[in-house]
């Protein structure tokens, strides 16, 4: 089994505070996980430290085949990460987003076109500023990056924060063809009846660190039976 | 790094036209220098055009402050600087195209100052390839130095007050060295005024190579 994410006892700082205290964790090839949680927990911690962005200082950190605590610039061009604020210049329009993120990988902008209408934003949408954009739209703007880049580990947090139910189903379509084709997506949410239908497993994490882990509930059956266990089990899942 | 500095200009480029801040803050403040400290040194005349290779000078320094100010700017959003990290560009990529695009933008301001000291002092260059020399390798020096502290202050809440008390007093020498060049290019002192070319040219080379270094840890730091 290809691990896409290998943790063990990683410890992350954020500046001078702990991100992550020692976090246990795998994520294979073509698997989607869902991390739920309280806020604090530690979800938008680990995306960012799996991402390089937040240096792990002790433990084991393995993404994509390489050491985080050694080469971490290494996995980023790798690596597709939705954050909370969305990677985009206010004056450039979607499209010019999109091809300066595509481009900036070294990749081709064929896949350009395709993304942005993937994700609904065609005609003059495609040509207006972000500044001008609703936050849905921007988050779209956002997602037809990852889709036009391709990544090998999706990153998402809080995918579904901020969309209509029509983008909502596209990520959900997106997460699903992602790990089709290999990739490994790791996603947060304090939307657990979005998160989990979409999980091949499910961690919930609490004080910077993986809490529980369950199998995911891909199919209405499943997502219930998760997350009536979380329930009963106390667990504070957002 | 070339291509991934020609992509990074590009996108300053693109984003400082449509914004206009250049063309209508920039430039104006630049214009506003100029004719403010030729009211404080008075109508002479005589006075005015020995001034005005400083004041020409000065006014670029201020240009230049406001223009880093404005290139940090466009990647002070967290998710700018995260997708900036994330794409896999060259540091020294981002550090020579963020510099290119600031010199672009001084290189428009100084044409504008150029024709405003010859409209309002009364000046005109004797030896133009000095002057040119001399604006050229400032330029550089400027842009680089901006660009680099521009980084060091990224990351900083006080950043917009913090940038002016650390550029200016480091670029203080191409104030000195282009003064002294430009007003030996007005009056023809080629050899006098070409010593000055030996200290813009290092503080340009120097502050090139220091950036395209240092980018990269200041970056992850901010």
Known sequence: MDLAV?????VALAGRFPALSGVDLDVAAGEVLAVLGPNGAGKTSLLRACAGLVPVTS???????????????????????LGHAPSLYDELTALENVRFAVRATGAGTDRVGPALDRLGLAGRLRRTPAARMSAGQRRRTALAVLVARGPELWLLDEPHAGLDADARAIVGSLVEEAASSGAAVVLTSHE???????????AV?????????????????????????LSQDDVDVA | MWRDALLVAGKDVRIELRSRVALWQVLPFA??????????LGPGPAALRAAAPGLYWLAVLFSTVLATQRSVAIESGEGTRDGLRLSGIDPAGVFLGKAAAVAIQ????????????????????????????????????LSAAGVLYGALSAGLRVRET?????????????????????????????????????????????????GIALYGPLQETA
């Open chain 2, 106 to 141: 001084l290189i428009a301001v100084q044409v504008v100052l150029g024709a405003g000291i010859v409209v309002l002092f009364d000046v005109h260059l004797q030896t133009w390839w000095l002057a040119l020399a001399a604006s050229v390798l400032a330029t550089v020096g």
């Open chain 1, 205 to 229: 994490m609490s004080g910077g660190r993986v809490a529980e882990e369950r199998a995911g509930g891909r199919g209405a059956a499943a997502t219930e039976r998760v997350l009536v266990a």
């Open chain 2, 31 to 40: 214009v506003l220098v100029l004719v403010l400290f030729g009211f404080a």
């Open chain 2, 162 to 210: 913090l940038l002016p008390l650390l550029v200016l007093p480091i670029v203080a020498p191409v104030l000195i060295a282009g003064s002294r060049a430009w007003s030996a290019a007005v009056s023809g002192a080629v050899a006098s005024g070409a010593s000055w070319l030996k200290i813009l040219g290092p503080f340009a080379a120097v502050y090139l190579a220091v």
């Open chain 1, 59 to 81: 433990g084991e950190a393995v993404v994509l085949g390489c050491d985080l605590r050694k080469d971490r610039t290494l996995v980023r061009r790798r690596v597709g990460l």
């Open chain 1, 6 to 10: 290998h943790f063990r006892t990683a």
């Open chain 1, 192 to 202: 657990p009846d979005l998160a989990v239908p979409l999980a091949d497993r499910v």
